[in-house]
């Protein structure tokens, strides 16, 4: 029987496996609100199951179909899976949080700081 499907986060040589699904949030750098996408592992890829907005704004447009809900644009896109996620942190700005079954982590806490570009992908 073949192990099950995870997210894997890798930077700086490190990889770390993490669960069949996560939040991925971060503060945007110019307009200071929230951005989460859920993700989940497929055998096909990273799939985006949901995105949450907080605000409009410097390149923060909601996609098509979203609506606003709890003071949070909510869209759930039709993107095909992706292979990877590439993340770029640059430490001009707050760290991405990893977000799973509820509990929040700065990736900090997961790979070096320094780590950059950082991915996310599927694994065993």
Avoid: F, N
Avoid at 56 to 81: I, N, Q
């Amino acid at each position: 029987m073949a192990a099950p499907l995870l997210i894997c986060l890798s930077g700086a040589g490190t990889t770390v496996k993490l669960a069949l699904a996560l939040t991925l949030a971060w503060t945007h750098s110019v307009q200071k609100t929230a951005w989460e996408e859920d993700w989940q592992a497929t055998p096909a890829g990273l799939v985006l199951t949901e995105m949450r907005v907080e605000g409009s704004g410097a390149g923060m447009e909601p996609p098509e179909g979203a609506v606003l809900k709890d003071g949070r644009y909510v869209a759930h896109p039709m993107l095909p899976a992706q292979k990877q996620i590439v993340l770029r942190r640059s430490g001009a700005t707050a760290d991405y949080r990893i977000c799973i079954a509820g509990t929040c982590r700065p990736m900090g806490a997961l790979l070096p700081e320094t780590a950059d570009p950082v991915t996310l992908s599927t694994c065993q």
